[in-house]
């Protein structure tokens, strides 16, 4: 599967150049997690105790990837 077939249809994606990760959140309460050839090597969740905004998953993916850097 590519990349881009993987991610279609997300509602957010970011992505961590320096670990060649990407970060889609496809509306749900987790996030899942790209390597460059679209291999899905991750996943998590981000909690459904109140509603998701755009905002608060980059915030939640944001400390992912910060985590990745210790």
Not at 31 to 52: P, Q
């Amino acid at each position: 599967m590519s990349l881009l077939h993987a991610i279609e249809g997300a509602q957010m994606v970011l992505i961590d150049g320096e670990h060649e990760l990407v970060y889609a959140w496809f509306g749900g309460s987790g996030v899942n997690i790209y390597d460059a050839d679209g291999r899905e090597v991750d996943y998590f969740t981000i909690g459904t105790s109140s509603k998701l905004t755009p905002a608060r998953v980059r915030t939640v993916i944001a400390r992912v990837m910060s985590s990745h850097d210790h």
